[in-house]
């Protein structure tokens, strides 16, 4: 048996998420299970598992309505998996983060001691750059060497596919975090469809198992399955309430 304790879900933070490089990996459903939440199961597209690399733009950003200083307009990159909570006829999608990368401490303090989230600390940097009909997306982050992941794209958008790909990836609204074996955090993420940029190539130079563990090191020779440049929009994230198995 399994306890959702209800709050008031007001609005913990509200922002926009711009350019968002999303690179999409195949992975062993085994090597997630560890990092699965209690009471979610890995979420798979067309039977497929999926770990994906996204940098972007945290752009004007409130927490709790108020602009904090040098929190405003930052990168983040993060490794994420896929998962529902719920039965198989009423679910919801959500992300667990393996690993979230911002540059401000204060950042990382909050979310990892209060939302016991995975947020590390590093110097990052970003570029977009028109020319000609390209679009250049770029984020980088410093651990020991400088990683970067980098996208060349048309400069029109187009719209999401419904049953897609595109749209699987997109299009997760909640978050869950393995407090413990017996407790889960959700929260929840509202945004609207986003629209996609074509993807003509990509770099993406990282050392995943620096980065992210030894678990993941093998991404460091894997292709990607699928690479997305979505444009983002506003978002909200919900002040969120715990899953715990009942005693």
Same mark, same amino acid.
């Given at each position: ?53 996204? &940098? ?8 709790? &309505? ?53 947020? /590390? ?64 955090? /959700? ?61």
């Amino acid at each position: 048996m399994k306890e959702n304790n209800k709050i008031n879900k007001r609005t913990f933070l509200d922002a926009q998420w711009r350019k968002l490089v999303m690179i999409n990996y195949v992975v062993d459903p085994e090597i997630l299970k560890p990092y699965v939440p209690y009471d979610t199961r890995l979420d798979l597209w067309e039977g497929t598992c999926y770990v994906s690399l996204i &940098g972007f733009m945290f752009v004007d950003t409130k927490m709790l &309505g108020m602009k904090i200083p040098f929190h405003i307009n930052f990168e983040e990159i993060n490794l994420r998996f896929y998962v529902r909570h719920g039965d198989e006829n009423d679910y919801k999608r959500g992300v667990v983060f393996i690993k979230e990368i911002v540059p401000q401490p204060a950042l990382t303090f909050v979310a990892n001691t209060l939302y016991k989230e995975h947020y /590390e600390t590093l110097p990052t940097k970003h570029s977009w750059e028109e020319e000609g009909d390209d679009l250049i997306v770029e984020y980088s982050w410093k651990k020991d060497e400088w990683n970067t992941i980098k996208v060349v794209s048309d400069k029109t958008s187009v719209a999401i596919a419904p049953n897609s790909e595109e749209e699987f990836i997109t299009e997760h609204f909640w978050g869950y975090t393995k407090i413990s074996d017996s407790v889960t955090s /959700e929260y929840e993420v509202a945004h609207p469809r986003w629209q996609i940029y074509p993807i003509k190539r990509y770099e993406v130079n990282v050392d995943f198992a620096k980065v992210y563990g030894t678990d993941f090191g093998f991404l460091q020779d894997a292709k990607p399955v699928s690479v997305y440049l979505a444009e983002g929009s506003k978002i909200i994230v919900k002040q969120g309430s715990k899953i715990r198995r009942e005693k």
